[in-house]
């Protein structure tokens, strides 16, 4: 299995410019989350899919963040315009939650942004 | 919000156990996890325990659990160079994790 794939591994864009990450979950999961990594807020759940269907986008930031998961086998986050503290590293995970109490997530390797 | 906390550094010589303290406010936490994050990937799920136990042991992994402290820990024995990670500690509900910030290991000869 190739697990989770995520794409860029690394952009760097300019302020304002827009940004989007891609994500490619492990066949069979149902369940898809966002996440971004800084050195000062940790880790923070943005927006999970169950079945395609956004249920949690409480950790959004702002409008300037959305999510989409047009079919299983893909997700996208995009910032739109992009700002210098956005810069963080976005996990994507996915997990074959049935519902219960155990919930394992499968991590990608995450996309590292920069924004000048 | 929930909050789980952990201290950022550890410091060990190969060979020796490594011991992993985290410390948490959510108690309707069925399971709780430590994952690993290794440098420049994504994390994984190194062990976890269901709520109701006090310990796990998985080969050199030992959880240790107490719920009315709120205490979670981690040991690993013989503790070798490539164990050198961050370390989560994560307990929240299956739909809405709560991560610490991380302990990064660090093994030395």
């Known amino acids: 299995d190739a697990g989770v794939i995520q794409s860029p591994r690394h952009e760097v864009t300019e302020m304002g410019q827009e940004v989007t990450l891609r994500c490619k979950p492990i066949?069979?999961?149902?369940?898809l989350f966002w996440y971004r990594q800084t050195m000062m807020r940790g880790l923070e759940l943005l927006i999970y899919?169950?079945?395609?269907?956004?249920?949690?986008d409480s950790g959004m930031p702002e409008d300037r963040f959305s999510a989409k998961m047009p079919n299983a086998s893909f997700s996208t986050l995009k910032i739109q315009p992009s700002e210098p503290r956005d810069s963080a590293v976005y996990f994507c995970?996915?997990?074959?939650?049935?519902?219960?109490?155990?919930?394992?997530?499968?991590f990608g390797p995450g996309t590292r942004l920069t924004v000048l | 919000g929930e909050d789980v906390e952990q201290s950022l550094f550890l410091s060990v010589r190969e060979g020796d156990s490594s011991v992993i303290n985290c410390t948490y406010t959510?108690?309707?936490?069925?399971?709780l996890y430590w994952y690993k994050q290794e440098p420049g990937a994504g994390l994984q799920l190194l062990t976890y325990?269901?709520?109701?136990?006090d310990m796990k042991q998985d080969q050199r992994l030992t959880v240790l659990l107490n719920k009315k402290d709120k205490h979670l820990s981690l040991r690993i024995a013989d503790t070798q160079t490539g164990d050198s990670a961050i370390y989560f500690c994560?307990?929240?509900?299956?739909?809405?994790?709560?991560f610490g910030t991380g302990t990064r290991l660090q093994v030395t000869l």
């Open positions: 995970a996915s997990s074959p939650w049935d519902g219960g109490d155990y919930n394992e997530q499968f």
């Open positions: 066949s069979g999961h149902n369940s």
């Open positions: 899919f169950n079945n395609n269907v956004p249920i949690d």
């Open positions: 959510d108690s309707s936490s069925t399971y």
């Open positions: 325990i269901f709520s109701n136990m």
């Open positions: 994560i307990t929240g509900t299956a739909s809405k994790l709560t």
